[in-house]
């Protein structure tokens, strides 16, 4: 079955940045739709940012519109997500999740694959 690595998390202050990637494995990414949702602890999952595969649908949760940047490039099979002037508040777990519907909606239960999560910490 297809299989999501996520990278880039860490600490930053802040107002600082980060990028994230999701790389898949054994199977290439073509025509899925990749979400980001993250998780907090004792928080549900929410939605965060996703893009179709032609990446002429993208949508974003209101709180992340202006700050988070998502993109791919299909010829690195990669899905990135630039995250600037960070917040305490964007503190979680981040994952990107695979859907082959073709649609681009944060909600976790649309989505069929995950991977395990990468940690970002915002704090001063």
């Known amino acids: 079955q297809l299989q999501l690595v996520e990278s880039g998390g860490g600490l930053v202050q802040p107002g600082g940045s980060l990028r994230l990637s999701c790389a898949a494995s054994?199977?290439?990414?073509?025509?899925?739709?990749i979400g980001w949702f993250r998780q907090a602890p004792g928080k549900e999952r929410e939605g965060v940012s996703c893009?179709?595969?032609?990446?002429?649908?993208?949508n974003y949760a209101d709180s992340m519109k202006g700050r988070f940047t998502i993109s791919r490039d299909n010829a690195k099979n990669t899905v990135y997500l630039q995250m600037n002037s960070l917040k305490p508040e964007d503190t979680a777990v981040y994952f990107c999740?695979?859907?082959?519907?073709?649609?681009?909606?944060?909600?976790?239960?649309?989505?069929?694959?995950w991977g395990q999560g990468t940690q970002v910490t915002v704090s001063s």
């Open positions: 054994k199977f290439t990414l073509d025509y899925y739709t």
């Open positions: 893009i179709n595969w032609r990446s002429d649908s993208t």
């Open positions: 999740a695979a859907e082959h519907r073709g649609r681009c909606i944060l909600s976790p239960d649309e989505y069929d694959y």
